[in-house]
């Protein structure tokens, strides 16, 4: 770790500073435990950590950071920001198809957050490592003067070859998602309290719940290996993410407004197609599959209980045109979408 | 990548912002050419990057994380606390005697800092890159309401079971450290002027240097694998890293003071012993091994480059004493050092 500039006695001393261990009591009650599955973790008392590679295996790796303030709000639960924290990492590695593994966290804390946040964040790490099957690794701990800043890099595992990357797209091939669209950008509104009187309270908690906590889809992810022909996940908005996945194939996208997955709640908000389509933070799959995989892919699908929708096509050329359910363009035009 | 809460126009067309290209911009002005050596880092263009790891090596991965106002300095030069966070991490992999092989990095940036500081930053990673041999893999860009806070995960390989840990130091071993002990502490006191008028001009620089410049002993480190049966780089202090050896070891360690070795200008400073073996942020080796290796290190010491320095033992029992050149005690009370 490196040391820091300004620790002072008197710091230490402060009398309004919350109940704290200290950073060594802190890894040995909250963050070694969380690290007792993890032989090459070493107990988080060495320097570094050992990863083994299984032979004909490669390593994928991805990192997501979230700030207080910017990506959750302080008054957010904190076990949930670690699910979230988990969970959004864990979603790069599905849109790879690898298999998690473990993870590497890093914490920036202000002093104001006591022993009781971190055993709330610890809490939800655990819960997660124990659905996911995942262990931390190592990290670090750090004080800051500012907002909460984690840093998750998180490691999965996939045979060589058989990865899926963002530019294999092909004129011809389907464009697909998984689960449903739109949920993450209205789920913020939703927990922001927006739409308390436009939905009734089981669907705004519904919403809610799909901004908070994110389904990486681990499994159909994996499954998805050797079908897929391009894939990433839905994080900045389904057409922005479509366009990347277009630019680096050489290709262009057409998505059907009408056939993009709507949750029961998302379907109650009919005017709402901009935030669907553009909003982001669904953490769904979207990938492109030549037509005569389709019985396959729903059969992982069906495997991996996440519904699995066709919504679009592949094309020859550039960019990604949404088309309404006569067929026409709706054409997004920098400040909201408008039909032509 | 997450997505923000609270982006918003009127955020995005504030008069004040410096220029700035973006997240997308910046990634490939700045970060895409630090991975073009990387082909697992797929020109940071996916959701994750792909790492091989040849049959009978391992990796060995490690984090550390740099914060604004705490690690370092607002105004210190971009390039130079670029160039220190990958250095306090390959710090970490040498320890471990672990070749260095790439990183990931997180920056989580105020929108007071406009590219030219990205630019500084950028090439102090471009200019370490190059003097370690090393490559940008992939990470994440956010903004933050706070301080700059910077998160980077650094790679190396070992050959399997060839690294080096903490916890194997055996009664009979003698106690070494490479280069200069307390250079990073009284370094910290230089550049915060603390020492003008105390040492000259040259002196105050070279320190000061020293503290913002550590110098990871990677070939030195990579060199003892075999040779040392416990090692660390120092960063917390002398005698409380020693401490941690001695504890993972279950054994006692004895530091000779005399022995601990000195630049020049500390030992201009003959009144600071209690800054010198516990004031940190050095980033030398800090190891134990059989006194029949010695010959085998000082050769390895010769081929690197590095001098290396036996400062005291390894005995039964358990803590750290240090002796002055008499052989007395000299006990660390709380608040400072004195002799018994």
């Known amino acids: 770790m490196t040391r820091q500039v300004n620790m002072s006695d008197s710091d230490e001393l402060k009398a309004d500073k919350p109940a704290t261990l200290g950073e060594f009591g802190r890894i040995a009650r909250f963050f070694a435990p969380l690290a007792s599955g993890a032989p090459g973790a070493l107990g988080l008392t060495d320097d570094a950590a050992l990863i083994d590679c299984p032979l004909a ?32 990492n864990l979603s790069d590695l599905a849109a790879m198809a690898a298999r998690p593994v473990g993870y590497f966290l890093t914490t920036a804390l202000p002093k104001s957050r006591g022993d009781d946040w971190l055993a709330g964040f610890a ?43 963002r530019g294999g797209a092909c ?17 913020l509104e939703a927990a922001q309290g927006k739409l308390d009187g436009v939905l ?53 996208g057409v998505v059907e407004a009408a056939r993009v997955p709507l949750s029961v709640a998302a379907a109650r908000l009919p005017d709402r197609l901009a935030t669907v389509l553009t909003g982001g933070d669904d953490y769904e ?52 979408w408008r039909h032509f």
């Open 57 to 88: 295996e490669r390593l994928v790796v991805t990192v997501d950071a979230m700030v207080e303030g910017v990506h959750f709000l302080g008054s957010d639960p904190p076990d949930l920001v670690a699910r979230k924290l988990v969970r959004v």
């Open 285 to 336: 799959l979207l990938f492109t599959a030549s037509p005569d995989r389709q019985a396959q892919i729903l059969a992982a699908a069906k495997a991996s209980g996440v519904p699995v929708t066709a919504i679009g096509r592949i094309e020859a050329g550039q960019g990604v045109r949404v088309l309404d359910a006569a067929g026409s363009d709706i054409v997004l035009d920098g400040v909201g």
């Open 123 to 165: 809490a939800g790490l655990a819960q997660d490592q124990a659905e996911f099957g995942i262990a931390l690794m190592g990290g670090d701990s750090v004080s800051t003067p500012g907002p909460i800043t984690l840093t998750l890099t998180a490691f999965g595992r996939i045979d060589v070859g058989a990865e899926v990357r």
């Open 200 to 252: 009734g309270p089981a669907d705004v908690a519904f919403l809610a719940d799909r901004y908070r906590l994110p389904r990486p889809r681990v499994v159909l992810g994996s499954l998805l290996s050797g079908l897929a022909s391009a894939m990433m996940d839905v994080s900045d908005g389904l057409v922005g993410d479509l366009g990347h996945i277009c630019t680096l194939s050489g290709v262009a």
């Open 171 to 187: 004129p011809g091939d389907l464009v697909f998602v998984s689960g449903t669209i739109g949920d993450g950008a209205l789920g």
